[in-house]
């Protein structure tokens, strides 16, 4: 599966911002999905995960109350909704499929990982 984030971009702290990943070449629904971001000098970490079914979904401690993952297997798309933006969000955004097709629940460790779309920056001033 190809995947094709965006959404990215410059918002003041306090902002919102709502990220995309389309996917291609295979029907989402087959895979669990999550994003992961990565800020400069730092290692790449989970955001939040969601099942096939949209019926499970996790989050990082430190996005909690804020972000919201969802899924629209019909448009073959996943989302980040986040709200209340602060300048430690600031990284580049990845989605990823999980490496093993019909999956059950959601998963947060990167080495479930194996199919990364490009990245989509995040910037956030303060």
């Known amino acids: 599966v190809q995947l094709q984030a965006s959404g990215g971009g410059l918002v003041q702290a306090g902002g919102s911002l709502r990220l995309s990943c389309a996917a291609s070449?295979?029907?989402?629904?087959?895979?669990?999905m999550a994003w992961f971001r990565q800020a400069p000098g730092k290692e790449r970490e989970s955001v939040a995960a969601i099942s096939r079914s949209a019926s499970g979904t996790s989050y990082a401690d430190s996005v909690k109350g804020r972000f919201t993952i969802s899924r629209d297997n019909a448009k073959n798309t996943v989302y980040l909704q986040m709200n209340s933006l602060k300048p430690e969000d600031t990284a580049v955004y990845y989605c990823a499929a999980r490496r093993t097709i019909l999956s059950v629940g959601e998963s947060m460790e990167v080495v479930d990982y194996d199919n990364w779309g490009s990245g989509t920056l995040v910037t956030v001033s303060s």
């Open positions: 070449g295979r029907t989402l629904w087959m895979y669990g």
